[in-house]
């Protein structure tokens, strides 16, 4: 946070003409540097919650942009649909940022209504995440990562964790979206590691078509909750980036690539 500040001081020294901040400890940080110069956000999870703005459909003052969110509902249905029973869920977050406060109240609430109880794993930095996530182990039926800047920074962590008592299904739902490329690329070398070593059924939600050609043995595209294109072994094998979007747009599903959900299996 202490980067976060001094960056966004830095900004108001320059009297740039606007700031772009990414998520929420980020946006913070800008919107306590200036109440001038216009703030764009996104990756913010709750904007209200965090003080960024006075609401979402007038946001008043330097600040608007967008929220990411989670469809915390639909979330639960599909871990109920995918593992049941869930009795116990697990949530790994840091209790110092907003974003994950907001997303642990809405789970807890939709929860409820199912009969589920939220177990609490919380860290305050990334070097506690493995702890953290080893502390869930055999507590809980299935583990819940929000959209949580410290525990996605140790992400790595949280897969191996994960697959110490061999799961029936790996779900990895954008598990790389906020990693930083460096990242990202050791965590998906774990996964594959960890995947072929085990034998393990997984399932992957990713927007990264060149991940989603390499990885797994089936590719599937959907389109508002439906299946619009499944490819699996050598067709699969020999699908290029560009035959993938060409297929988008054969199917005039909408826009091209990084705007549609493909799954990998």
Sequence with gaps: MATANSIAKTFVGKNVGLIHSIATPTSQACVNATQKIPIVISSVTDPVGAGLVKSLEQPGGNVTGTTDRSPVDRQVE??????????KLGFMYNAGEDNSVSSLKQLQAEAAKHGIEVVEATVSNSSGVLMAARSLVGKVDAIHIPTDNTVVSAFEAVVKVSTLRRPQLLLLDEHTAALDPRTAEQVLTLTRQLVEEMHLTTLMVTHNMKHAIELGDRLIM??????????EGEKKRNLTIQELMNEFAALKVGEMADDKMLLVC
């Design 222 to 231: 959907m389109h508002q909750g439906r299946i619009v294109l499944d490819v």
């Design 78 to 87: 599909l871990m109920r649909e995918i593992q049941p029973p869930i009795r």
